[in-house]
Structures are given as C-alpha cells and as structure tokens.
C-alpha cells in the first residue's frame, strides 16, 4: 500500500489549504493516523492524529486552526489548515499505522506561507 499525499502550495498569512493524503489499497488492521510537519533544518514533528475510533488529538501550535478527518473508507485522510502562518512553512507528511505497528508514509507535499 501506497499513500499519496498533495494538496500542498503557496498561500499568503491567514490564508487556508487543504492536503490529501490517499492510500492505494485497504491497510489490514488500520489503527492510527497522523500529519505530521518537517521544517528546514528541524525534526519531523506531529500536527494531528486520528485514531481508529475517531478521535483526534493536534499539536498546540495548530490547534483551533488545523482540522484532520477522513472519508468513510479511511483510504483518504485529509488535513484542513485555517489562519496559515509562516510557521507552517514545512513538508507536509500522512503517515498510517496498522496494528502490528507497520507504518506507511506519503512522499511529502510542500507548503509555503508568506508573510
């Protein structure tokens, strides 16, 4: 299984961007997932994560701006950013766990916000 992540670009402050993140096949037991953020010259930080049951949790710098959710298949996962600042300038990646804890990454999607 694959997993395409786009929807990244580049957005003026304030302004918002919705990424996608689609997985090519059903990911045998699915459990979490997550967005996560890497800077230029900073770690790969967590933003938001979905659990299998639905419930989410996000980084306090993102929170009340970011909404994460996913389509009723939970092929497709989806992260709505509000309010952009240019803190949020990063690679964007999706990211899936099964329950033997395999993880599948997307390839990344950039997004770039101006001041």
């Known amino acids: 299984v694959q997993l395409q992540a786009c929807g990244g670009g580049f957005v003026q402050a304030g302004g918002s961007l919705t990424l996608s993140c689609a997985a090519s096949?059903?990911?045998?037991?699915?459990?979490?997932q997550h967005w996560y953020r890497q800077a230029p010259g900073k770690t790969r930080d967590l933003v938001a994560l979905?659990?299998?049951?639905?419930?989410?949790s996000y980084a306090a710098s993102v929170k009340g701006r970011f909404t994460i959710s996913r389509n009723n298949s939970k092929h497709t996962l989806y992260l709505q950013m509000n309010a952009l600042k240019p803190e949020d300038t990063a690679t964007y990646y999706c990211?899936?766990?099964?329950?033997?804890?395999?993880?599948?990454w997307g390839q990344g999607t950039l997004v770039t916000v101006s001041s």
């Open positions: 990211h899936f766990e099964d329950w033997r804890k395999n993880a599948y």
């Open positions: 096949g059903s990911i045998v037991g699915l459990r979490d």
């Open positions: 979905m659990t299998n049951a639905g419930v989410t």
